[in-house]
């Protein structure tokens, strides 16, 4: 079974429209979702417990439909947002009350040892901790119902570096059980790179690519040449360009480049810069 | 439900610290003017107090839309319902607290003899009616628009009764109708069905409207 499916998922607000969006995540796997602000990733996060309703299409969750009966299976799924949501006024201790009196599974032990490890202070009112704070206190929360699926948006954004590995190694700890999954936007593409399975581009609200990560690194190359070079390329080999007095990078289809041409492997903000930016 | 019931009781415990306070002092001085004789303190501070309480379910939806729980809170094993009647429930909780501590106060006034029993009914019920119809028709509008425009139909509401009454000269008025002109406390009765039925179908329009916002 797939933990998320959308199909022709859509959703419009004012003149931005989200979709159609087809996205499939396989259970076990880390799916990320990169782009730009407003490129629609907060607003898929938000499509997917149902927070939010979509114009068109569908998605479903761990096999259910998103939508107003997933009171069930919420049960198995964590959720972090990117301004986390938690009530000014309650304390990490306090929090994690309300949590364990929502989810059956909640789990005291692991809460506390997260809120010991991530050094979040239990006494102090939410609205009075830093960013990285509330961020780490939100997934903490998430992290202690032994969820099957984790929607995280933006899960490392504020956390120094030390921080952000510590999470991204809770993240890949937590999916060692092959029943767990995770869908998580980031704008720190280097932390997605060394944790997702999957990578899904989002620009505009149009889903430019969506592929295991191995295979985008397999199959694009980062060409350096000279501009006459890269103008005898076939366009279809050529995803993107950047041209400078100095030098001139194309991403190109290790496929469809010339053969002896000298490529050298692509990272994936190269791939998504030159993707949305790379002047063709 | 139990999650957004107790999340709401924490916000309640530590940002209304000052109402607990209030009521205290409320209830000292409704107990000392009715003793002393200055009757219209003693409905006005009750009726301030009720309103006040009324008003919990409205400053909780305020402080979730502003911290964004309101929206939070859907990703928890529960749905918009939950939410709305969480709401209803801590209003009726906090409103009845307070009803029952001036309800048991008039009572306690009857029986000393500072007040007729018929009064101290009659302001009982007031209070009921007061405290039921001000988060019934504010709560609505609230869940359908957000908290920011449901507050002004709320003032709007409060004035339009503070014009209609006013504090002094309503406790006047009210005394001066008399309970014995309601036979058989069929009029509180009715009024009491009304108003439970007016709370009732807030609620259900409350669910019915949150339903449907876009957050």
């Known amino acids: ?280 | 439900m139990k999650a957004l019931f107790l999340a709401d009781l924490y916000q309640a415990k530590t940002s209304f610290k000052f109402y607990g306070v209030f009521i205290a002092v409320a209830a000292v001085i409704t107990v000392g003017s009715s003793v002393s004789g200055e009757g219209n303190l003693g409905l006005f501070f009750p009726i301030y107090s009720i309103l006040m309480a009324s008003m919990m379910g409205m400053s909780l939806l305020q402080l979730d839309e502003a911290s964004r729980w309101n929206l939070y809170a859907q990703a928890l094993p529960c749905d918009r319902r939950d939410q709305v009647s969480c709401k209803y429930v801590v209003t009726m909780l906090c409103f009845g607290l307070v009803w029952l501590l001036f309800t048991a106060i008039y009572a306690v006034l009857a029986l000393l003899g500072y007040m007729a029993w018929v009064q101290a009914l009659f302001q009982s019920v007031l209070l009921l009616v007061m405290g039921l119809i001000a988060p019934a028709i504010s709560l609505p509008p609230m869940f359908r628009w957000g908290s920011a425009k449901g507050r002004i139909i709320y003032i709007a509401m409060i004035v339009v009764l503070a014009a209609g009454l006013g504090a002094g000269a309503g406790a006047a008025a009210l005394n001066e109708l008399g309970v014995p002109a309601l036979p058989g406390g069929i009029w509180i009765a009715l009024g009491l069905l009304l108003i439970a039925a007016l709370y009732a179908g807030s609620w259900a329009l409350s669910v019915r409207w949150y339903e449907k916002r876009e957050l």
């Open chain 1, 1 to 280: 079974m797939n933990a998320i499916e959308t199909h022709g998922l859509t959703k419009t607000y004012g003149d931005f429209t989200l979709g159609p969006l087809d996205l499939t995540l396989p259970s076990g796997c880390i799916m990320g979702l990169v782009g730009e602000n407003g490129a629609g990733k907060s607003t898929t996060i938000r499509l997917l417990p149902g927070m939010t309703r979509p114009d068109g299409g569908a998605a479903t969750v761990l096999g259910v439909p998103a939508g107003p009966d997933m009171r069930e299976v919420k049960q198995q799924v964590g959720v972090v947002l990117d301004d986390v949501g938690y009530p000014g006024s309650l304390t990490a201790t306090q929090m994690g009350k309300v949590l364990a009196a929502a989810y059956k599974n909640w789990d005291q032990a692991l809460f506390e040892k997260y809120l010991r490890d991530l050094s979040i202070p239990t006494d102090k009112k939410f609205s009075a901790l830093s960013r990285g704070n509330k961020m780490k206190l939100g997934i903490a929360g998430a992290l202690s119902h032994n969820a099957r699926l984790l929607i995280l948006d933006e899960p490392t954004g504020g956390l120094d570096p030390v921080v952000r590995d510590q999470v991204v190694d809770i993240l890949s700890e937590f999916t060692r059980d092959p029943s767990r999954s995770i869908l998580i936007s980031s704008h720190i593409v280097s932390d997605l790179e060394k944790l997702c399975d999957y990578i899904a581009f989002l620009h505009k609200g149009r889903l430019l690519l969506c592929q295991e990560k191995d295979r985008l690194l397999e199959e694009y190359g980062i060409l350096q040449c000279d501009r006459a070079f890269l103008d005898s390329l076939p366009p279809e080999a050529v995803l993107g360009r950047r041209l400078t007095p100095y030098s001139v990078e194309a991403l190109v289809r290790r496929d469809a480049a010339p053969a002896g041409a000298a490529l050298r492997p692509v990272t994936i903000e190269e791939l998504f810069v030159l993707l949305v930016k790379g002047d063709k």
